[in-house]
Nanobody, 117 residues
Framework: QVQLVESGGGLVQAGGSLRLSCAVS????????MGWYRQVAGNEREWVGT???????TYADAVKGRFTISRNKVGNTMYLQMNSLTPEDTAVYYC???????????WGQGTEVTVSS
């Protein structure tokens, strides 16, 4: 069974940093892309950034220059380094995985990030 386990959320003051992790296990398919999304209650889920199998990354304009996505050497754990956090970054952050050869995505359970002013 596929599992995406996120960790690293918490409460931080504006200007601070947090690092989120997403550990993926249980699939027989290879990872095509991993991404981070975030959602504020009552709003739609928002794309934050993606890392594809080649290691190339793309980011939403709202986080570009402040957030960095990386992964471990094996490629089954993704990180989101968040710097210069603002209250507008407060949300539940979700990781997402897309697979080669499988049409469905998988999502993590979410980890909450709260940035106080």
């Amino acid at each position: 069974q596929v599992q995406l386990v996120e960790s690293g959320g918490g409460l931080v003051q504006a200007g601070g940093s947090l690092r989120l992790s997403c550990a993926v296990s249980g699939s027989r398919y290879s990872i095509a892309a991993m991404g981070w999304y975030r959602q504020v209650a009552g709003n739609e889920r928002e794309w934050v950034g993606t890392i594809i199998s080649s290691g190339s990354t793309t980011y939403a304009d709202a986080v570009k220059g402040r957030f960095t996505i990386s992964r471990n050497k094996v490629g089954n754990t993704m990180y989101l380094q968040m710097n210069s956090l603002t209250p507008e970054d407060t949300a539940v952050y979700y990781c997402n995985v897309k697979w080669y050869g499988w049409q469905y995505d998988n999502w993590g359970q979410g980890t909450e990030v709260t940035v106080s002013s």
